[in-house]
């Protein structure tokens, strides 16, 4: 019976080793081939930890170390933690397919214990391009503030650039502006890597001859296209060739008519598969008519190109869009003393434009800010796709022309009765085989003509109408001083037209990989706010729950034993 016994127990150690030995040899064999055939798993239903082929495709490229100096580091409140924590991992995801280009450092600028040195560092941060944010956190129920520099600087061979992480949203609430940065992450990493690593080849242009914005005006949108692509001015002068360079045109805010003959070339231009950004002003009204006298009127524009923008799918109308939702400006009130007493309040003509829609140019976009809009209809057409992108809010009307504007009508409180429109369009993409607008016009001698080569219907192509040219325009001081696009100097806000005109020329110019990032959505699980108020329950069962779950699977794993070795 001993020896019966002792022989079973040989066996159960033979095994036990051979186990042993087995799964060693499987640990080696796994790790080996893991060396050969990398793969990761994303249980997500989202995929947020998977990254893009494009973006994959942008680290592989890199033949040198990417140094990003992350400031976001030390007492954070949790939204930031997360945030923080989303950004390690997808720097992370983004090293291991750059070859181990991508290094990081995370930096707490608030660390420094000497204030002169400290605050002299937030100085160079902002001369840098990052912009501490004040943030309201919630955390609770207790409301508090805390400055912080929620962005990076990338350090790749000479090159500089900053890089902002956190997306502000008018109107937004801390934890929607969180979750919009965490999905853009990605799209902003990317960015950063397509613009520091690649070389720029497609060529874009804003038409001159027209009067259009001048050059201070456009200045900061064009600096941010020049990250990207080459970007020149043009002017068309009756001349042929004169946009045959030029894949994208960018027609800002004309203000006299087109001569017929450039008219005809820029037609054929997009018959023949160039891309153009209207963004048209159709009436003449702008706040320094305002300045001399309260009130003024505001005439359309003849531009000539209504038919143009007929025969391709759509028509500026000859209006104002008016909007409840809208940027202020200060107006004198009365006086106190000698001293005028201002006051805020919304101007109607300044609608702030948001997007329902998924569309990878307006998806998690802030909003536009625009100044004197007018509505547009869309026409149909054959082989032409109309899609919406911008609008006005739900509470909107329309002021024909002639259009009497005066600064009286915010003495009383707005009507919401009066604004019985919603969601008038303002920006609209259109995309297909357009009709030249010549087809039928022309004599057969120019059409046949070689020098010419006449197209009646364009290759598949696109374009966006806006029906606001200062969508574009940033605001110039009298000092000449240029803020950024879409800064607002009163709320002291930046709206998203500098990211919604660079989302457009992306798009027009064929960039889809770029705009699939901004794209991609990721649903944050956030805790109930009212659940948080009243945490002693949540509390507890994180503290019993864990130990209740020890106890019970100790008390069963024990019995177990006892029971085997009973029998």
């Known amino acids: 019976m ?15 080793i051979v186990r042993l030995i087995l799964l060693s040899g499987i640990l080696v064999l796994v790790n080996i081939l893991a060396q050969f055939a990398f793969h990761r798993f994303d249980m997500t239903q989202e995929n947020r930890y998977s990254l893009s082929e494009s973006s994959k495709d942008l680290a592989k490229e890199l ?80 409301q508090s503030q805390k400055i912080i ?5 990338v350090n790749y061979k000479s090159l500089e650039v900053p890089m902002q992480i956190l ?31 690649r070389q720029k080849s497609t060529s874009i242009a804003f038409l001159r001859g027209q009067n259009e914005l001048p050059t201070k005006q456009i200045s900061d949108a064009a600096n941010g296209l020049s990250d990207f692509y080459i970007v020149d001015t043009v002017s068309i002068d009756g001349k042929l060739d004169a946009l045959k360079d030029y894949k994208l ?11 017929e003959k450039d008219k005809f070339i820029l037609d054929q231009f997009i018959m023949k598969g160039g891309r153009v950004l209207w963004l048209i002003d159709k009436m003449a009204m702008n706040m320094d008519s305002l300045e001399k006298r309260n009130t003024t009127v505001a005439i359309p524009y003849e531009l000539n190109i209504d038919d143009m923008l007929f025969k391709y799918g759509v028509r500026i109308n000859n209006d104002f869009v008016m909007d409840m939702q809208a940027a202020p400006i200060p107006v004198v009130t009365g006086y106190v003393g000698n001293q005028p007493k201002q006051e805020i309040f919304p101007w109607y003509y300044y609608p702030l434009l948001s997007a329902d829609s998924k569309n990878p140019i307006v998806n998690n976009l802030n909003m536009v800010k625009t100044e004197f809009a007018s509505s547009i209809d869309t026409i149909e057409t054959e082989s032409v796709t109309k899609t919406i992108l911008l609008t006005s809010s739900k509470l909107s009307r329309l002021q024909m ?28 993409l ?8 010549y087809e039928n016009r022309l004599p057969t001698a120019i059409i046949n003509s070689k020098d010419i080569n006449y197209k009646a219907k364009s290759d598949t192509t696109k374009m966006i109408v806006v029906s606001d040219g200062d969508v574009i325009s940033s605001f110039v001081s009298k000092k000449g001083n240029v803020y950024p696009l879409g800064y607002d100097r009163f709320t002291r806000q930046t709206f998203g037209n500098k ?26 699980r956030l805790l109930d706010p009212a659940k948080i108020e009243s945490p002693l329950f949540i509390q507890w069962l994180n503290v019993v729950l864990p130990t209740l779950l020890i106890i019970v699977f100790g008390l069963i794993f024990a019995f177990v034993r006892k029971r085997k070795f009973t029998n």
């Open 2 to 16: 001993v020896k019966e016994k002792n022989k079973i127990s040989r066996n159960a150690k033979k095994q036990s």
């Open 149 to 153: 520099f929620p962005g990076a600087i």
């Open 249 to 259: 045109l960018i027609i800002a805010k004309p203000d006299t008519a087109f001569d």
């Open 167 to 197: 997306k502000s949203k008018f109107g937004g609430n801390s934890d929607e502006m969180l979750n919009n940065s965490i999905e853009n992450l990605e799209y902003e990493i990317s960015n950063i890597l397509r613009k520091i690593s």
């Open 430 to 437: 259109l995309e297909g085989n357009f009709n030249s607008n």
């Open 63 to 142: 033949d040198d170390i990417v140094y990003f100096k992350v400031y976001l580091d030390g007492d954070l409140p949790p939204g930031f933690l997360k945030l923080k924590n989303s950004l390690k991992e997808m720097l992370d995801e983004f090293r291991i397919y750059s070859d181990d280009n991508i290094e990081y450092e995370f930096i707490d600028p608030s660390a420094n214990p000497d204030e002169k040195q400290r605050v002299e560092l937030y100085k160079q941060l902002t001369e840098k391009g990052l912009f501490p944010t004040n943030l309201e956190e919630t955390d609770k129920g207790q």
């Open 499 to 524: 990211s919604f005109v660079l989302n457009c020329i992306d798009y027009l110019c064929d960039n889809d990989a770029v705009l699939e990032l901004r794209s991609k959505e990721i649903r944050l």
């Open 401 to 428: 022309a002639p259009a009497r504007v005066s600064l009286n009508i915010l003495r009383d409180k707005a009507d919401p009765m009066m604004f019985n429109r919603r969601n008038i369009p303002i920006a609209v």
